[in-house]
């Protein structure tokens, strides 16, 4: 199929490419991009006053399948992703059974060839069972395809393990993708501990819970030689940390997710479980060092920590709810809204956390727009003003904070390996 996409501005942050240009997209490659192209195709597509990017990558994404297909699936998954701009998902081993080992991995990738229309990457679990007890066959994983290995959803308490894990992850150039959570000191906690837990009389996650498995897991990293890369920071004494092991050249990186740098623990104030997120949204200075971070790109990455849950698991008491909330179909808009809008980051540089960054992070060929290059195109109306409306979410989960909330920018299109898969603002 021949895909020729006019009038757009095309953002790509490898080339440093800013410019109105049109690309020709053959049989899933991007064969041109010039200023004019006359070719004849099969569908052409005006993007005039629209970004043209890299296709958007999410390393943070809970599918729930296997186990907790109620919640969320591959397929219904991979539909919210491409409605949010998403070409390439990576998706969390904490499912039931747990992804740690090859056969699951196997299962995870069949499943996705079959029904899912964006690509997903499976990550493997560190522990077998996540029970921290006992390593997962990180090299079978490894040779079977996963991405990346992490224990989301927790950490692994055990230092020795999680540093024999990360000699193990190096061995096979993956990634460490670490939830920094010290379970000792979350004490039931349900929201961000300070002001405003005292406010409404709940129980408060302090910043150290957090920040004490930050620095733990930089000096693992530091003694190993692993690529480690903290997921969902929150706080600004992680930021710092992270801030503070890049300065001493050590091969960190870390990602923020769009709740975080949009809301503060205000909005707990009217027990909405939608605002109940693990780490927990934190204060108007932790959002403050988070976008200062993304600025002077300490934070290199958003991802979204698409945490899809039944509204059974949402709709009951805050401190009986569950922990995370959906984020494909709103990472995006938010990012606008917030960042770029508020001059926190050029419209380049947003793209850059979303598509390329993600890409260098797990080593593939992707994240940019340039000839030659599989045809995994974003393309984004940034100007259009509309509010969030979660039942028109492609998701199985509609639990998010945003609904009703006034954004601007809106996906148009998203073409995966040259296939359109949203066309105009709607799934094929």
């Not at 959570?181 to 406010?199: I, S």
């Amino acid at each position: 199929m021949k895909i020729l996409i006019q009038n757009g501005r095309i953002l790509d942050p490898i080339s440093k490419t800013d410019g109105i240009k049109d690309v020709l997209v053959e049989n899933g490659v991007i064969t041109a991009i010039e200023e004019k192209i006359t070719a004849s195709a099969d569908q052409i597509i005006d993007a005039k006053g629209c970004w043209v990017t890299p296709g958007l990558i999410d390393v943070h994404v809970h599918l729930r399948e296997p186990g907790y297909e109620y919640k969320e699936t591959i397929k219904t998954g991979s539909r919210a992703a491409a409605k949010g701009g998403f070409t390439t998902i990576c998706c969390m081993p904490n499912t039931n059974p747990v992804i740690d080992n090859e056969i699951l991995v196997e299962y995870i990738k069949m499943k996705a060839e079959r029904e899912a229309i964006v690509n997903v990457l499976p990550i493997g679990s560190i522990t077998k069972g996540q029970k921290g007890e006992e390593l997962s066959n990180i090299g079978k994983m490894a040779q079977a395809g996963i991405c990346a290995i992490s224990e989301d959803g927790k950490s692994v308490m055990n230092a020795g393990l999680l540093k024999k894990a990360m000699k193990y992850a190096n061995m096979f150039n993956l990634p460490v993708l670490s939830h920094c959570e010290d379970n000792t000191l979350v004490g039931g906690g349900v929201m961000n501990a300070g002001e405003m837990a005292e406010r409404v009389g709940m129980k408060g996650i302090g910043a150290d819970s957090e920040e004490v498995i930050v620095a733990r897991d930089i000096i693992l990293a530091r003694n190993t030689g692993a690529r480690l890369h903290i997921c969902h920071i929150s706080t600004s004494g992680s930021v710092q940390l992270v801030r503070e092991a890049k300065l001493r050249g050590e091969n960190v990186s870390a990602e923020v997710c769009p709740h975080h740098f949009s809301l503060t623990d205000e909005a707990v104030e009217g027990y909405d479980a939608n605002t109940k997120m693990n780490p927990p949204l934190r204060s108007a200075k932790d959002v403050e060092s988070l976008k200062e971070g993304l600025k002077d790109n300490t934070i290199e990455i958003i991802a979204t920590d698409h945490a899809p849950h039944h509204i059974d698991e949402k709709n009951c008491e805050y401190d009986r709810a569950a922990f995370g909330i959906v984020g494909l179909e709103t990472a995006l808009p938010l990012g606008i809204t917030h960042l770029v809008e508020d001059n926190i980051l050029t419209p380049m540089e947003l793209i850059e956390k979303m598509s390329t960054n993600p890409a260098k992070l797990l080593g593939i060929d992707k994240g940019s727009i340039q000839v030659g290059k599989i045809a995994d195109i974003t393309i984004i109306d940034p100007n259009e003003e509309y509010e969030i409306d979660v039942n028109t979410f492609a998701s199985k989960s509609k639990n998010s904070p945003f609904h009703g909330h006034r954004v601007k920018g809106k996906v148009k299109y998203t073409i995966v390996n040259g296939k359109i898969v949203l066309n105009d603002g709607e799934l094929i």
